[in-house]
């Protein structure tokens, strides 16, 4: 049952234009979301963020934008670069027993094209 | 000192073996996790320590074992694995747990259960 989907295995952008990568939930009692970028042989490191009672979330080329009603958020890189190939990672905030932890998408793997 | 470390990088095991992955933090965090990742899936959380105390366990097979010696260290002590075991096994830090911040992970040990 994966509660957090990135419905888009693979995505390819050319340098420079804009990659829209998307995030879909199901539960509606999460109430943070990160963004995470992942290297070969590395571990994910994180991008960005946004509470739930925000809409969107900017910080340099990465906007993050969070659509509650329909439990969906996007994070954009504008401008693409090369260096931004990698598996990103959306991830949403939960609570068990009442602590709190991450819940991970499935991935999707960014390629920019030079 | 702003990483997480994570040794071995490598190990191969024997299903009747005993052996033990080492993470250590630096950073005064006081929320650490194992996750483990499968190829072409989401890290998947396992345990989550949040001040030396055993918070979450997603209800892991107990030939997992995990154990917070301190604050800066998290092991996981493995018996009796699988060949389905086999995957990167990764640790993350934070301030507190579900922080707001992310994690900072490690880059994995990467495990093969023969």
């Known amino acids: 049952d994966q509660q957090v989907k990135q419905n888009s295995p693979s995505l390819s952008v050319q340098e420079g234009r804009i990659s829209i990568l998307n995030c879909d939930y199901t539960n509606s009692m999460f109430d943070y979301f990160l963004w995470y970028k992942k290297y070969p042989a590395e571990g994910p490191t994180f991008l960005i963020s946004i509470s739930s009672i925000k809409d969107k979330n900017e910080d340099g080329r990465f906007t993050v934008f969070l659509n509650k009603s329909a439990k969906h958020l996007s994070l954009h890189i504008v401008p693409s670069q090369p260096g931004d190939s990698a598996v990103y990672f959306c991830?949403?905030?939960?609570?068990?027993?009442?602590?709190?932890?991450?819940?991970f998408g499935t991935g999707t793997r960014l390629k920019v094209l030079a | 000192d702003t990483e997480v470390t994570q040794t071995p990088k490598h190990l191969v095991m024997g299903m009747t073996n005993k052996k033990s992955l080492k993470c250590e933090q630096h950073m005064g965090h006081r929320a650490m996790y194992w996750y483990k990742q499968k190829a072409k899936k989401p890290p998947e959380l396992m345990f989550v320590?949040?001040?030396?105390?055993?918070?979450i366990n997603e209800s892991v097979p107990s030939r997992f074992s995990p154990e917070c010696p301190n604050s800066s260290l998290l092991n996981l002590h493995l018996h009796a694995l699988q060949p389905e075991d086999s995957a990167l096994y990764l640790c993350a830090s934070s301030q507190v747990a579900g922080s707001l911040y992310g994690y900072t992970f490690g880059s994995g040990t990467r495990l093969t259960v023969v």
């Open positions: 991830a949403a905030r939960a609570t068990t027993s009442g602590t709190y932890k991450y819940i």
């Open positions: 320590y949040s001040y030396e105390k055993l918070s």
